[in-house]
């Protein structure tokens, strides 16, 4: 069921295949459909008078679908809340296999090291203070969306909500009563044993020895039972609205779900791995610039998620190959006459086009540029104001 | 599902078999009485892997029998609401039709069989789909899926079906040897 390929660090050739766009706004259908009502009540629910916290799981989606791996510290700090709570709410996450996350005990060199990660994605949340940071030995949580796992998750759910109502429907799993016309007895499937008559295939009443109807049947229906009848009728209609409901209302997310299915999946593997990468992007890009919030994201141009480990031309390789494929699928695929190999099939020592790795070729032209430019989110926006506020 | 357990039983040993084989003794009474009876909480006694402890005897006033609390491992069988059983059907009417697997009868109820099959009677009664190319009759391997059980003191009775996905006929008699 899990799709993820056992590289764990896939090249950015590769990884600039994926719409990152597209499986955020999955995360976030998702997390609109299924996690809108869920409270969170820790020991000390009643003690907090402010103790509605719906909408909060929603939230902290939301944000993580803005990051990559983050420091849990960072990620109450910027959305102003405990970090009890958030470190509640993650874990309901990991439980419901959304959200990987990672512990280790770490000196204040090695958040240095993720802060300097978090420095070249161009967040800009952070404040500038890693240097004030004096930890020592400290047990650090990170977490970061495990978009492989949320695909297959929707899914399943998807699949188990309409199997339920539809077995339901169907009457799939109930237990088949039996009716004597004659007296009127009623026996259930359980007593199949004693019913059966070995000079006839039908089942006999072991009072009259009248031949039984199973209930459902017209005709015994309508001579008793009624209201049983009408009961089961009126519980039909229910389901049958409620399937119906469920499907107009999860529509978004299914077409979502297809339209993900095409891209490779987002795959920041293991924290060690993306802090590697990133910190390597970050040297490589100049550090300055790195640390400019405004900056560095104009290099990154695209969507609310910057990837650190993918250079300044790889992004916008990684642009122009999603620009092509929202104008139209189609024509890109006849174009490309080799299918791009999903990542988890790459291994090393392929003989392998660029085609094949997914790398699509084009000229960044002008206005490109600019359409990007007026493209980008009002993150960037928020994200000053945040630094302001403080 | 199949279970290895402990159990306990009081076994009463006549006197005429106080001697140096009394524990052989013991022992093969209590597979001769245990192995294939049936409890509702335990489910079926399949076999007995081994005698863990025999207590001290106590002899009843009047009789001469002896009392011996035992101790012993057996595996025993219950089936379980939602599981998936392989069973060999042992009838098929007009109403369904009943299996086995191993101790336990299943009754597969007709609205529970797939749609497209249909009851053919005649010498040998069975339901066969409109092409013919599955077909449930005596002797046929099913795969199913209890969604009822019924358990009595002595006696487990399971309701199953074969109407869901992978479930269905396992073998063709016809063309098994």
């Known amino acids: 069921m899990n799709r993820r390929g056992g590289d764990p660090s896939p090249s950015p050739a590769q990884t600039a295949v994926y719409n990152i766009d597209s499986w955020n706004r999955l995360v976030r259908l998702a997390a609109r459909a299924f996690y809108d009502d869920i409270t969170l009540k820790g ?8 103790g509605d916290n719906r909408g909060m799981a929603v939230v902290v989606l939301d944000a993580l679908t803005r990051r990559q791996w983050v420091r849990e510290e960072d990620l109450a700090k910027s959305l102003k809340l405990h970090s009890k709570q958030l470190r509640r709410t993650l874990r309901f996450f990991e439980e419901e296999k959304l959200v990987t996350r ?58 188990r909500m309409k199997k339920k109502l539809k077995d339901e429907l169907d009457s799939r799993n109930t237990i088949q009563e039996y009716i004597c016309p004659n007296c009127a007895r009623r026996y259930s499937a359980f007593d199949a044993l004693q019913l059966v008559s070995f000079t006839d295939e039908y089942f006999h009443c072991e009072n009259c020895n009248g031949e039984l109807v199973a209930e459902s049947d017209k005709l015994a229906a309508e001579e008793m039972g009624e209201g049983d009848d009408n009961a089961r009728r009126r519980r039909r209609e229910k389901l049958k609205d409620m399937l119906q409901k469920m499907e107009e209302q999860l529509k978004p997310l299914v077409v979502q779900l297809g339209r993900v299915k095409d891209f490779s999946i987002p795959e920041f593997g293991s924290l060690q791995a993306w802090e590697a990468r990133a910190s390597a992007s970050a040297r490589a890009n100049g550090d300055a610039n790195a640390n400019d919030p405004s900056k560095s994201s104009q290099g990154q141009g695209y969507g609310g998620t910057p990837m650190p480990f993918l250079g300044e031309t790889k992004v916008e390789v990684a642009l122009s190959g999603i620009e092509a494929k929202e104008e139209n699928a189609e024509s890109e695929n006849k174009s ?8 988890w099939m790459v291994k090393q020592g392929m003989n392998l086009t660029k085609e094949q790795r997914g790398v699509v070729k084009h000229e960044l032209n002008a206005d490109q540029v600019s359409q990007s430019d007026e493209k980008k989110p009002k993150v960037e926006v928020e994200d000053e104001k945040s630094v302001q506020a403080r | 599902m199949f279970f290895h ?93 009943f299996a086995e697997a191993g101790p336990v009868q299943i009754f597969v109820s007709n609205h529970l069989i797939p749609d497209d099959m249909e009851f053919q009677s005649g010498d040998v009664p069975n ?16 795969r199913l899926k209890i969604i009822g059980t019924r358990v009595d003191a002595t006696e487990i009775f399971c309701i199953g079906t074969i109407k869901d996905d992978f479930l269905g006929v396992t073998n063709d008699p016809g063309v098994a040897p």
């Open chain 1, 102 to 159: 990672d512990h280790r005990k770490e000196s204040a060199k090695g958040a240095k090291m993720f802060s300097a990660a978090v420095a070249a994605t161009g967040e800009g949340q952070r404040t500038g203070k890693e240097g004030e940071e004096k930890v020592k030995l400290h047990t650090h949580s990170y977490c970061c969306l495990d978009y492989a796992q949320i695909y297959d998750v929707v899914r399943y759910r998807m699949h």
């Open chain 1, 43 to 50: 020991d000390n629910a009643p003690k907090a008078g402010r």
């Open chain 2, 127 to 142: 339901y066969t789909t409109s092409d013919g190319s599955v077909k449930i009759q005596k002797d046929s391997e099913v």
């Open chain 1, 336 to 343: 490309a006459g080799l299918k791009v190999l999903p990542p």
């Open chain 2, 5 to 97: 357990i402990t159990l306990e039983r009081n076994m009463q040993l006549h006197p005429r078999y106080f001697g140096p084989h009394l524990r052989d003794k013991l022992v093969s009474k209590l597979m001769k009485d245990v192995e294939g009876t049936c409890s509702g909480r335990h489910g079926f006694v399949v076999a007995i892997t081994g005698v863990e402890d025999i207590g001290k005897g106590l002899i009843r006033e009047g009789t001469g029998f002896v009392t011996f609390p035992v101790k012993y491992q057996c595996v025993v069988f219950r089936p379980f609401k939602g599981e998936i059983l392989e069973a060999v059907v042992t009838m098929v009417n007009k109403m369904g039709f």
